[in-house]
């Protein structure tokens, strides 16, 4: 059983940044898929993006291209997503996510969860 604990969330002005961590609770984490995902209040929980257990690949939802960057340290059970040029809508509370296999979009494709971390952006 993986457990995932993110942290980094916070309220912040638009256009500022944020990096938000998950920290896995097992050595072997370092071999799953992990993914981030966002929950707006009412809306459903959306894939923001995805990394493969060797950070040769990665996902990045439209909304977040070229503002988002994901990443992790295997060696520190450990990943990463940098926030940049961060808007309104971004709010939502973030989650991160284990799987085994490839990249999946699906929130129904991951098997273990995170607490997540709200992130406020501020206009």
């Known amino acids: 059983q993986v457990q995932l604990v993110e942290s980094g969330g916070g309220l912040v002005q638009a256009g500022g940044s944020l990096r938000l961590s998950c920290a896995a609770s097992?050595?072997?984490?370092?071999?799953?898929?992990m993914g981030w995902f966002r929950q707006a209040p009412g809306k459903e929980r959306d894939v923001v993006a995805g990394?493969?257990?060797?950070?040769?690949?990665?996902y990045y939802a439209d909304s977040v291209k070229g503002r988002f960057t994901i990443s992790r340290e295997n060696g520190k059970n450990t990943v990463y997503l940098q926030m940049n040029s961060l808007k309104p809508e971004d709010t939502a509370v973030y989650y991160c996510?284990?799987?085994?296999?490839?990249?999946?979009?699906?929130?129904?494709?991951?098997?273990?969860w995170g607490q997540g971390t709200q992130v406020t952006v501020s206009s």
């Open positions: 097992e050595r072997t984490s370092s071999t799953y898929t």
């Open positions: 996510a284990a799987r085994w296999g490839p990249i999946r979009t699906q929130k129904s494709d991951y098997n273990y």
């Open positions: 990394i493969s257990w060797t950070g040769s690949s990665t």
